[in-house]
């Protein structure tokens, strides 16, 4: 190994990146450096800045139990007050240092004679690191969708990821594409600006209303006096939340009541038939992510809103024409179409042991051991990596878990000296095949397109099982899992088990 090498690699200061630098420090590794292709942190939550964005997991939850927020405003937070508390948590824990900007991360590459990762940056000189956390996140890259005539439409495109603060949609007419989270979130701000607004759905999700209700004072200062009460709301939320998954991960009597109480909420708000049975899903509740609003439907019937459930044929310069042949015509097109999550690919190129690269191992469906590590690239680790999505819980309960888990991983490597640790691919194998196993008997696998899955069926991105489970596995770093290389003072290194 070069004395110029760094000891850890973090790629990403969104939420993984910045909480897993915090808790190296917390372990005593400081020797790490986060690079981030931005100019500030906050990954998801500082690209999502559309009207209305908002996390649809309560607050106490979508935050890290060794970084409390006793000021949460509200039950849900907006994606400014998430931001918020990400630069919290850089300014108290003293990492911005660590951080590097504008470095945009191409490639990396291990060398396993020096037991390090080559990590190659656009315009700048590599870096050598002997470890890497791959901290960048399945929601970090956005495009227009693959619509025919994209390209041939004149009027104003806007991404809900990349959104345009400048334009002005006063007196416009306005389509929205996509009724997933981020289009329930934007079409309530859109009808109270736009002149017209169009909701192109190609099918119906199961909407639950969301009790957002502000956090009192005396609640506040109870939070900071006592942290323990903190501490209490959050087990409450936690466990509310794991009873959900008997509904959501798994088709069953409970799920029933879920869409019951979808239902209820659809007939409670819509009064128009029709309308209602254009809106009700005909697939199991948690097949597809659950849509958490109060204000969508309501906004549905405004004045100045019309629901399009015919198939988008194509753009056109004035606007879009679906399968019937009708050409709506618009000003302004904002496509809340979700992200390119990569459940077959990387999102640049990783080489592993004897130049192999994961994105030709995944090409099939990506796969790892345990979310986190995969057999063939030592010393890589990964936050929010293949199965490791909840359907019912908070994705930071799971991130939390895997954070913990590097970290120990890293802290042995480092104590002991050792040049790598790679996870055995017999136990890979067996873990994944468990895996897609229990897949096959939840709700995801059901029948239903979603973005959970590849285009073949193959589910890369969620667990199936309670949150409890997840955290559980990862609780130990289990060194038997490993092969473990350790550098000798001369001659070959000795690879042990």
């Known amino acids: 190994m070069t004395s110029s090498s760094i000891s850890v690699a973090i790629i990403g200061a969104g939420f993984a990146g910045i909480g897993a630098a915090i808790r190296l420090q917390d372990e005593g590794v400081t020797d790490f450096v986060i690079f981030e292709r931005d100019c500030r942190v906050g990954g998801t939550w500082r690209d999502n800045t559309y009207p209305g964005a908002a996390c649809d997991i309560p607050s106490r939850l979508y935050s890290y139990s060794f970084a409390p927020n006793p000021d949460w405003s509200h039950t849900y937070s907006g994606s400014t007050e998430i931001l918020k508390y990400i630069n919290g948590m850089v300014e108290s824990s003293g990492i911005a240092p660590k951080i590097r900007f504008d470095h945009t991360v191409v490639g990396i590459a291990y060398d396993a004679v020096a037991g390090e990762w080559t990590v190659d940056l656009d315009g700048r000189e590599p870096v050598r690191a002997r470890t890497v956390i791959m901290a960048s996140g399945p929601l970090s890259n956005a495009s227009f969708p693959d619509i ?3 390209d041939t439409y004149a009027g104003h495109k806007i991404h809900s990821a990349r959104w345009d603060h400048d334009y002005d949609f006063g007196g416009k007419r306005v389509a929205v594409v996509g009724t997933g989270a981020s289009g329930v979130q934007i079409v309530p701000e859109l009808v109270k600006t736009a002149k017209s607004v169009k909701v192109f759905q190609r099918t119906p999700g199961w909407v639950l209303p969301r009790a957002n209700s502000a956090t009192s004072g005396r609640l506040k200062r109870l939070y900071r006096a006592l942290p323990v009460t903190q501490n ?24 029933r009541v879920v869409e019951a ?3 209820a909420n659809l007939r409670r708000q819509v009064k128009d038939p029709w309308l209602r ?25 405004a004045d100045n809103c019309k629901l399009v459930t015919w198939p988008i044929a194509r753009l056109s310069p004035n606007g879009i024409r679906t399968v019937e042949g009708i050409e709506h015509q618009f000003d302004c097109i904002v496509f809340a179409t979700g992200f390119d999550v990569c459940k077959a690919a990387t999102p640049f190129p990783v080489t592993g042991i004897d130049g192999r690269e994961l994105a030709a191992e995944w090409s ?37 878990a895997q954070i913990n888990y590097i970290v120990e991983a890293i802290g042995t ?26 897949l096959r008997a939840t709700t995801w696998n ?27 596995q990862l609780k130990t770093v289990n060194l038997a899992d490993y092969t473990i290389t350790v550098a000798q003072t001369s001659g070959e290194p000795l690879a042990t088990g």
């Open 446 to 472: 059901s029948g239903c397109q979603s973005w959970y899955l590849t285009d073949d069926g193959f589910n890369a991105t969620m667990y199936p099982g309670f949150a409890t489970q997840y955290v559980k």
């Open 232 to 255: 209490l709301m959050r087990s409450a939320w936690y466990w509310g939340h794991e009873s959900v998954a008997l509904g959501v991960v798994w088709d069953s009597p409970v799920t």
């Open 364 to 400: 099939g469906g990506a796969y790892a051991y345990r979310s986190v590590v995969v057999s063939g690239y030592p010393n890589l680790y990964f936050t929010f990596g293949p199965n490791s999505g909840p359907g019912h819980s908070s994705a930071l309960v799971y991130m939390e």
């Open 261 to 263: 109480i979808s239902i």
């Open 277 to 301: 049975r254009q809106l009700t899903p005909d697939f199991a509740a948690g097949c597809k992510r659950l849509l958490m609003s109060s204000d969508y439907y309501p906004a549905l019937q």
């Open 148 to 150: 025919p005539g994209i």
């Open 413 to 438: 490597l480092l104590r002991f000296g050792w040049k790598s640790l790679d996870v055995r691919p017999e136990v890979q194998d067996g873990y994944n095949a468990d895996i897609q196993r229990r």
